[in-house]
């Protein structure tokens, strides 16, 4: 009932029936949970505050471990600054700890607010109160992502120097990953070696970053003897080996290391073919006056099937339009309008004449990315069934 109010932004009503709850004795830490989030959303602050004082005065005393739940879950849901408001303002009631300053830094760092969250992290530190490997690792990650490489590896250096028997695989991977991805391949290997001499077994995930940047860097005698050494390669290992091949160029390479994995029993993922696709037909699709290998075309008639016609329409007068630059293909939606039964009919097709025209490679991903989804529409009618069998 709270949350249907607070839904509905009838505050009035919120505030109402959550007092005579309380004096009822029907509250618990689902109740603040509720009720912060509908006065956050609805940005009245200073309630915030004032519930908390409310509900300590019917039985709900101040918790540091309630506030944290609280904090969490504003910060999951994109209210951090009013989550940092009720934080400071009940400072002098419920003292915040590490967890409650770790969810407001993570909080800020998801919505990009950097600067904020380094403000958090001095009051941490003016606090004595030492943040958690986990929020380190979260401010690394967005430093990354903003493209401060140098910032983020100041912070991983922090850790080294002040907390290294507290760091773990996920600090590594995470770091290992990064520099794989920037192209620092010998500084991976360095960070790699060093996490191996202190007994950290490396997963599949850290040694499939490993093979991308060998891979990106003309090293592929290396990146291979690396897989070669992989007793159960999974997902991330073909990920970062296909990757890598695309990236330099070698599309069809990358095609049999598809081939193979279906062999071992690893399934592609929706990522594995938008990739494959990329690489044999470039970010724009491939173009050309060869309907069976203009992919634009199949796309146009997927939109067409799919009921977008608009869309078709729109796309069509780009192309047509040699003054303007053709729009990025959405190799995403072009498999997801062809995940149907209709999809794998046409999938089955293209693939033949594909592969008539020469482009075995191509009719390959795409015949087996239809098998696939036959395989799919045969278990959700069978699932349908039961159902309503039942």
């Known amino acids: 009932m709270l949350d249907i109010f607070g839904r ?3 505050l009035d009503l919120l505030w109402g029936a959550v007092q005579e709850m309380a004096k ?9 949970i509720i009720v912060l989030k509908a006065l956050a959303s609805a940005r009245e602050l200073k309630k915030c505050a004032e519930f908390f004082h409310f509900m300590n005065e019917h039985g709900c005393e101040y918790r540091v471990e309630r506030l944290n739940k609280v904090v969490e879950n504003l910060c999951k849901g994109k209210l951090v600054e009013e989550a940092k408001f009720v934080v400071l303002k009940l400072k002098d009631w419920i003292r915040p700890d590490g967890v409650t300053y770790g969810w407001l830094v993570k909080g800020f760092c998801d919505v990009g607010e950097l ?8 009051l941490m530190v003016d606090e004595s109160i030492e943040p958690e490997i986990e929020v380190f690792e979260k401010m690394m990650e967005t430093l990354f992502k903003r493209n401060e490489y140098d910032e983020a590896l100041k912070v991983f250096q922090t850790m080294r120097v002040n907390r290294m028997d507290d760091l773990a695989l996920s600090t590594y991977k995470l770091v290992i990953d990064w520099m794989c991805r920037k192209g620092k391949v010998v500084q991976a290997n360095m960070v790699f070696d060093e996490m191996r001499q202190r007994g950290i077994q490396a997963d599949n995930s850290t040694l499939g970053s490993l093979v991308y940047g060998l891979l990106t860097r003309g090293r592929h005698a290396e990146a291979h003897k690396v897989v070669e050494r992989i007793e159960k390669p999974d997902i ?3 990920h970062g080996l296909i990757k890598g091949l695309i990236r330099s160029r070698r599309a069809s390479e990358a095609t049999q290391v598809f081939r193979e994995m279906i062999n071992r029993g690893c399934e592609p993922t929706m990522h594995t073919y938008i990739m494959l696709l990329q690489g044999h037909l470039g970010k724009r699709g491939r173009k050309g006056p060869d309907p069976l290998v203009n992919f634009e075309s199949i796309f146009v008639g997927g939109l067409i099937k799919a009921g977008k016609s608009l869309e078709a329409t729109k796309y069509v007068e780009r192309t047509m339009k040699g003054s303007l630059e053709v729009p990025r293909f959405d190799y995403n939606k072009f498999l997801h309008y062809y995940s149907s039964e209709e ?11 594909l592969r008539e025209a020469g482009f075995v490679d191509l009719a390959d991903i795409l ?6 989804m036959a395989t799919r529409e045969r278990r959700r009618r069978r699932s ?5 069998s039942e």
């Open 367 to 372: 015949q087996r990315y239809g098998e696939k």
């Open 8 to 10: 509905s932004r009838n």
């Open 384 to 388: 349908e069934l039961v159902n309503g």
């Open 115 to 122: 600067i904020e969250a380094s403000k958090i992290w001095n």
């Open 343 to 353: 999809g794998v009919v046409m999938f089955k097709e293209v693939g033949k004449k």
């Open 236 to 238: 991330s290992v073909y």
């Open 24 to 32: 009822r004795g029907l509250v618990n830490d689902k109740t603040f």
